[in-house]
């Protein structure tokens, strides 16, 4: 396994924002805080290369030292995420183009177009001048490629995106008869017979949408073609430097889904993330277990490290209120217990101009003498008194829930039987469920292998919508071997390329696996309905009808009043649960909890607290208490 070694502590640090003799006093209060490692060089390429092929180390150089000699190790950045005027202005076709055809201004930041062969080849030479000079540097223990691939122009809708999507299809499909059936483009007369006629799904007239094969296929593209910027930098890299692990990191968050991280993990020496709390939301502690396990699967057992947070608030909410005390170490306590390897923020010091001036930092505007710079000096300190956590995976939970972007793009997409869908907004509910139960999650890819699956007493699948025959498969041999699942409503009603399955919506898996047939959709209006059972739900109903399974709770109060809503099959010990609604948390809380008793999942904690354990080390965060005890 891949050893990240210690606890890391430390951030974001631009010593380029700050005059020379503010970067020796930067070492002396990273030593007092605690700090190890820093991410440095991430927004530099303009101070680097100040016109084309006239590079500039001295000074980054000169930080390097600096860093060394205070025993602070570097986490080196490839500067490639924000290319500097000069370059884009005389290359305008490297600003992305957004859905309206419109080409994005320079002055922002990571505008710049993924198919683009002038970003490439720049970024190319560019990693190539930052690999060969850092790569036997002795502060340099990790590197970092870019910075959060797909957050501000993830889709770009230029005339060379345009080539390389038609490219991407031709590898994708063996023939143009085969995409025109998948996507189904004889409806609209949509039917292509070249592949030059084919674009990239821009704005289309009002009231219509480009063709959902042809948006989610544009989807599955862009994170590939992003990928690939990443593996040409990771390869120069490795020409240099064979021995140090190299990341990139990534955005899990509720709100960020441009990038498929199952995939992507599966290229990098260790996935890392970045995390930010929405403020105003009391109970954002969840959101954050959410995201942390989130992340903790996509490293599939392999080590991981939170690579930014806030210390307190951040610049870019409409309203960006600051953590309240002890917040922070709850926060951070959370990410370690879920098995990050320490805890970094953006970022060091916090800016004086620029666009994140108001953006917290472990150094503020008011300096040292301040709640914010005691409270992480003390977490590093406190990281720094337990460094036997570093060597322990956390523990796995009972229960799998299947996370697939793919789902979250398809629901996405407009023309759906009610625009209140949310992908995101159901996994958290179901995710939240099991966490104020203090019932631990783990996280799996769609594609999830069979051994992967046996692991757990119960496997969720909420509103997994499109599945291959194959996918149906593994679940089917996982049942037929004595697993556990609970499908949620809108499950297995396409194929990958968005084709309806047709003869009972759900097919193989809610007709045959659950035992329900399900004929036809009704989305709940405004405080319709409730189930016979007395459980609350919304947004959801269907007309079906049990076929082979029991009935645990039917509609009432709704178009389709009898229809079952909540039902078990037994297959031979293994248990197949369907739920064709939504229910209220509440309800939610109550129905998982059924499952989980059944079947003897194990729960710690619940209410406001989390009980998480890393092999010998038990952190349990109390949030309504504000406390954090580990004990061994
Ligand atoms: C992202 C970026 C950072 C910074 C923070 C602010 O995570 O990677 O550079 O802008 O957001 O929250």
């Known amino acids: 396994m891949l050893n990240l070694g210690k606890l890391h502590f430390g951030g974001d640090y631009n010593p380029e924002q700050w005059p020379k003799d503010v970067w020796k006093q930067d070492i002396e209060l990273m030593q007092k805080a605690g700090v190890n490692l820093v991410s440095l060089g991430i927004f530099s390429w303009a101070k680097i290369e100040r016109s084309d092929g006239d590079y500039h ?39 992305a183009v957004n859905f309206d055809g419109v080409q994005l201004s320079h002055g922002g930041r990571q505008n710049y177009c993924a198919a683009s062969s002038v970003y490439r080849q720049k970024a190319d030479a560019l990693v190539e001048q930052i690999a060969s000079r850092y790569a036997k540097h002795p502060a340099v223990v990790m590197w970092h490629i870019n910075n959060e691939y797909g957050c501000h122009a993830p889709y770009c809708f230029c005339e060379n995106s345009r080539q390389a999507f038609v490219a991407w299809l031709k590898e994708r499909y063996s023939s143009l008869d085969e995409l025109n059936a998948s996507w189904g483009t004889d409806f609209w007369s949509q039917r292509y017979y070249d592949w030059d006629e084919l674009v990239v799904p821009k704005r289309t007239p009002d009231g219509t949408h480009p063709n959902p094969g042809q948006q989610i296929d544009f989807k599955r593209f862009t994170s590939e073609l992003t990928l690939d910027l990443y593996k040409m930098e990771r390869d120069i890299i490795r020409k240099h430097d064979s021995v140090h692990p190299i990341t990139t990191n990534f955005m899990s968050m509720k709100f960020t889904y441009a990038m498929d991280y199952w995939k992507w993990s599966r290229e990098m020496d260790f996935v890392s993330t970045d995390h930010y709390l929405a403020q105003h939301d009391p109970d954002n502690h969840i959101d954050l277990a959410q995201q942390a396990d989130l992340t903790r699967g996509f490293a599939s057992g392999k080590q991981w490290l939170l690579m930014e947070h806030s210390t307190s608030a951040v610049n870019w909410q409409p309203r960006n209120y600051a953590k309240t005390p002890g917040q922070e170490k709850r926060n951070s306590a959370s990410f370690v217990a879920r098995g990050s390897q320490g805890v970094m923020y953006f970022q060091w010091r916090q800016s004086q101009a620029g666009s994140e001036r108001f953006h917290s930092a472990l150094v503020p505007h008011a300096g040292e003498d301040t709640r914010v710079f005691r409270e992480v000096s003390e977490l590093g300190n406190w990281l720094a008194e337990n460094p036997g956590v ?19 793009w398809a629901l996405m997409q407009a023309n759906l039987p009610t625009q209140d869908i949310s992908y995101a907004d159901t996994v958290a509910k179901i995710y939240r469920s099991f966490w104020e139960n203090g019932t631990r999650v783990d996280f799996v890819p769609g594609d999830v292998d069979l051994e992967t699956l046996k692991q757990y007493k119960l496997v969720v699948l909420p509103m997994v919508h499109m599945l291959s025959e194959q996918e149906e498969q593994v679940y089917h041999d996982f049942v037929a071997q004595g697993g556990n699942i609970l499908i949620s409503y809108f499950s297995n009603i396409a194929d990958r390329t968005l084709r309806v399955k ?46 082979g ?12 009043d009898g229809s079952p809503a909540l039902t078990v099959r037994d297959h031979s010990g293994a248990k197949v649960w369907y739920q064709g609604t939504e229910l209220s948390l509440s309800s939610q809380k109550k129905f998982l909890g059924e499952i989980c008793s059944q079947l003897g999942v194990s729960s710690e904690g619940g209410g406001s607290t989390e009980v998480v354990r890393r092999g010998p080390f038990k952190f349990e965060i109390d949030h309504k208490a504000n406390t954090v005890s580990l004990s061994s």
């Open 502 to 547: 047709l003869g009972g919506y759900g097919g193989k898996l809610v007709r045959d696996l659950a035992g329900v047939y399900v004929e036809e959709f009704y989305p709940l209006r405004e405080g319709q309905g409730k189930l016979s059972n007395g459980y609350e739900i919304g947004l959801w109903s269907e007309l079906s009808r049990a076929e």
């Open 57 to 95: 180390f001295d000074w980054l150089d000169e930080a390097m030292e600096l860093l060394h000699e205070g025993g602070i190790s570097v986490d080196m950045a490839t500067a490639t995420a924000s290319p500097p005027a000069w370059l884009s202005m005389a290359n305008p076709e490297m600003r």
């Open 390 to 408: 570093a060597d322990y995976p956390t523990d796995r939970a009972d229960v799998a829930m299947v996370y697939d972007y793919e789902q979250f």
């Open 549 to 560: 399974a029991e009935v645990i709770a039917s509609f009432e109060a709704t178009d389709v």
